[in-house]
């Protein structure tokens, strides 16, 4: 098993958070109240926004495969923006 480089605790597995995008359609009934009746999350067009330990939430990554690296034990090198 691999170690989260922030908690050091042990990992199995990476949490990958998606945005997505929910469609619904928002009507209003006859008295003025609104309600949705329909609802489609779609998550392809979405790319991942991050890859978090599971233990303590840390962001570890953005990249996918990155995170496989990581998840093999491989030394992972952070990148740092110049900017």
Known sequence: M??????NEEIG???ERREAETR?????????DSHRL????IYDSFPVTE????????????????AIALLQGK?????????
């Open 51 to 66: 890859y978090q330990c599971p233990r303590c939430r840390h962001v570890t990554c953005s990249d996918e495969c990155v």
């Open 75 to 83: 030394e992972i090198v952070p990148v740092v923006d110049s900017w």
């Open 2 to 7: 691999v170690r989260c480089p922030k908690c």
């Open 24 to 32: 619904c359609r928002l009507l209003l009934d006859e008295r003025g």
């Open 13 to 15: 597995y990476l949490i």
């Open 38 to 41: 329909y609802r489609e999350q």
